[in-house]
């Protein structure tokens, strides 16, 4: 059970913020992002006894004024017409919505909204500090832009976020994404902005999308030196990934000095996930977190504020990664290998794929890589451009 769950006058440990109405987020039956994962992480957690109803805090829906931190009003507008059938396909396009990637879906503005506001509930939490750290899965959708939806993502809560941390609190915030496909749209939401700090890992868009987060793009104008990318090369492996994550957020932490940390979780970089092309596997979600924490206690006072993101093996790979990140969260450790015989058995029966019983991967999940070598030698090549500019200050 995490600490400090109960009474809040208390300052809790960490928060899990979650309803079932985030499941309302839902584009088709068939879509690849399927909020059904926050149902199996939140069901594997209660089953291990990892969470209580005292740590879960309810999203509130986030007002018109609090997207317009980060989104048009006319883009707003089409999204609340689009909700209610009252646009056609032509007059959306441009909008981004109505497409293959985020299609038109009853009450999507409300079902989006209520995404940023379990977000808006994470930063209130943490830099109200009625807890150290607040957990959001429903949030993550980091390639929405301000006129724009894409990629799945119709408002951006995480780009919500860090501008209502900016302007209610004041804070320096360092933002880190780990999911497969470039942050983008948080990226461009503060490329000028000196006190927001952006890195993102991921692979590299000569093969997926955006197609952005060259090591290159490093800010402009007075935000310039606070972008930092690390594209990483197809079928990288647990090792390099996580050399260059760890290399990379320890060293752009100290020099940014943030005030408080953002994550998003995203869990598309495991060799299971079917959009992507990285050879993750649970090695890497059980150390991400675990440096975030680490950094957030040594830069922030403990101030941590996770989401969630991308992930769209939600069998086998989701449940277990952002299970870990909320046990990270807490302190504590796994109760043994196999996960609770009871959560295996109610969804193997539904899951279209065999589950993994363990909380870490198989040793022979995938053939050998014949070019790791060269892939990792690659990817050092990337981390040495990406972290020139503040090596050589």
């Not at 590299?204 to 990318?229: A, D, H, I, K, M």
């Not at 970089?269 to 979600?285: C, R």
Request: aromatic share 12%.
């Amino acid at each position: 059970m995490a600490k400090h769950a109960g009474n809040d006058n208390i300052k809790k440990h960490a928060v899990y913020v979650y309803s079932e109405d985030q499941l309302g987020y839902k584009f088709s039956d068939t879509h690849p992002f399927n909020q059904k994962r926050l149902t199996l992480t939140t069901d594997l957690l209660r089953k291990m006894n990892a969470l209580s109803d005292g740590d879960i805090v309810p999203p509130r829906i986030a007002t018109d004024e609090e997207l317009y931190l980060a989104h048009d009003a006319r883009y707003i507008d089409m999204v609340k017409k689009a909700s209610k059938g009252l646009v056609t396909a032509s007059q959306t396009e441009s909008f981004g919505i109505g497409t293959d990637d985020t299609p038109i879906f009853p009450n999507m503005h409300e079902a989006s909204a209520r995404l940023v506001g379990g977000t808006l509930t994470a930063v209130e939490y943490v830099m109200e500090n009625k807890a150290s750290h607040a957990l959001n899965l429903g949030g993550g959708l980091h390639h929405g832009f301000r006129g724009r939806a894409s990629g799945f993502c119709v408002y951006n809560d995480s780009s919500v976020a860090i501008k209502y941390i900016q302007d209610k609190y004041n804070a320096r915030v360092l933002y880190i994404d780990t999911d497969a496909h470039h942050g983008d749209g948080v990226q461009w939401s503060f490329y000028e902005d000196p006190n927001v700090c952006t890195i993102s890992i991921h692979e590299t868009g000569r093969y997926l999308f955006p197609g952005t987060g060259n090591v290159s793009e490093r800010g402009s104008g007075q935000g310039y030196g606070t972008s930092f990318n690390l594209p990483i090369d197809a079928f990288t492996e647990d090792d390099s990934f996580l050399e260059l994550y760890t290399t990379a957020f320890r060293e752009i932490a100290a020099f940014f000095k943030p005030d408080v940390i953002i994550s998003q979780n995203g869990a598309d970089a495991h060799y299971f996930d079917p959009l992507t092309h990285l050879y993750g596997t649970m090695k890497i979600y059980k150390e991400i977190p675990k440096l975030a924490h680490q950094l957030a206690h040594e830069f922030c006072d403990g101030k941590w504020i996770a989401v969630g993101g991308g992930g769209y093996d939600i069998w086998r790979v989701v449940p277990r990664a952002w299970s870990l990140l909320w046990m990270e969260m807490n302190d504590m450790e796994l109760p043994q290998d196999s996960l609770p015989s009871e959560w295996l058995e109610q969804w193997e029966k539904e899951s279209p794929v065999p589950l993994i019983p363990t909380w870490m991967d198989p040793d022979n999940l995938y053939e050998a890589i014949p070019r790791k070598a060269e892939i990792t030698e690659k990817n050092k090549q990337v981390l040495d451009k990406a972290l020139y500019s503040i090596r050589n200050n």
